[in-house]
C-alpha cells in the first residue's frame, strides 16, 4: 500500500497570505510511459463533500480558481494556494491513483 | 450538471449487511469513460476508497474489504449500489458515492470530479 504523508496537520493562515501543503509518497507516482503524476488535491469544506482541485499532479480541475497551483513530482508533492482566501477553510487531502487509491492524512487549514 | 444522491438505511446492526445506493441524474451511468466508486470516512479517519464499478458490470474493490464487498449496477435505473457484510461498529462512517475517470496506464480510478453528499450509516444494536 502507497502511503501519503502530508504535512502540516494544521495551517493557520492570514487572509491574503500564501499557503503551502506538502504531501510525501512512499513510492514514487511518476509514471515514465506518460509522464504524469498519479496524485490529485481535493479540498473538504466543513460540512460538504470533497472537491477535486488539482489532478495527475499540476492540473487545475474546471472552475478551480487560479490561485490553487500543484506542482511536484515523483514523491514529493506541492498544494500552494497564492492568497488564501476565507473560502478556503477546510480539510485538504491528497490522493495516489498509481496503485489501490490512498488517501493522505489530511491538513486542516484554519483563519 | 451531473448530481449524485446516496440513500440508504442509517442504522444497520452488527454482523449484518450494510446496502446503499446512489442515484445519478443530470448524465447517464452508461456514459463511456466514467466510473462509479464508493468511498468511505470513518469517525477521526481520513477517506478511504471502498471499489468501483464501470456500466459494463467490471469492478474493483479495495483489497483491505474485498471479501466483504459487492458492487452493483442498474442502468435502467441509472443507479449502482454498495453491499458491505458482516459489518462491525468499525464500519461506521459516512459513505460516499463519486464519479471518476480511469487511466489505461494505472487501472485506477482518478480525477473524483463529482461527490454524493455523503450518508452517515452507524453500525450498533
Known amino acids: 500500500e502507497i502511503v501519503l504523508t502530508q504535512s502540516p496537520l494544521s495551517l493557520p493562515v492570514t487572509p491574503g497570505e500564501p499557503a503551502s501543503i506538502s504531501c510525501r509518497s512512499s513510492?514514487?507516482?511518476?509514471?515514465?510511459?506518460?509522464?504524469?503524476?498519479?496524485l490529485d488535491w481535493y479540498l473538504q469544506k466543513p460540512g460538504q463533500s470533497p472537491q477535486l482541485l488539482i489532478f495527475?499532479?499540476?492540473n487545475r480541475a474546471s472552475g478551480v480558481p487560479d490561485r490553487f497551483s500543484g506542482s511536484g513530482s515523483g514523491t514529493d508533492f506541492t498544494l500552494n494556494i497564492s492568497r488564501v482566501e476565507a473560502e478556503d477553510v477546510g480539510v485538504f487531502y491528497c490522493?495516489?491513483?498509481?496503485?489501490?487509491?490512498?488517501f493522505g492524512g489530511g491538513t486542516k487549514l484554519e483563519i | 450538471q451531473v448530481q449524485l444522491q446516496e440513500s440508504g438505511p442509517r442504522l444497520v446492526k452488527p454482523s449484518q449487511t450494510l446496502s446503499l445506493t446512489c442515484t445519478v441524474s443530470?448524465?447517464?451511468?452508461?456514459?463511456?469513460?466514467?466510473?462509479w466508486s464508493w468511498i468511505r470516512q470513518r469517525p477521526g479517519k481520513g477517506l478511504e476508497w471502498i471499489g468501483y464499478?464501470?456500466?459494463?458490470?467490471?469492478?474493483d474493490y479495495n483489497p483491505s474489504l474485498k471479501s466483504r464487498i459487492l458492487i452493483s449496477v442498474d442502468t435502467s435505473k441509472n443507479q449502482f449500489s454498495l453491499n458491505l457484510n458482516s459489518v462491525t461498529a468499525a464500519d461506521t462512517a459516512v459513505y460516499y458515492c463519486?464519479?471518476?475517470?480511469?487511466?489505461?496506464?494505472?487501472?485506477?480510478?482518478?480525477?473524483?470530479?463529482?461527490w454524493g453528499q455523503g450518508t452517515q450509516v452507524t453500525v450498533s444494536s
Open positions: 463519486a464519479r471518476s475517470r480511469m487511466s489505461t496506464v494505472t487501472t485506477v480510478p482518478y480525477y473524483f470530479e463529482y
Open positions: 443530470g448524465g447517464s451511468i452508461t456514459s463511456g469513460g466514467n466510473y
Open positions: 464499478i464501470y456500466y459494463t458490470g467490471r469492478t
Open positions: 513510492q514514487s507516482l511518476l509514471v515514465e510511459s506518460n509522464g504524469y503524476n498519479y
Open positions: 495527475l499532479g499540476s
Open positions: 490522493m495516489q491513483a498509481l496503485q489501490t487509491l490512498t
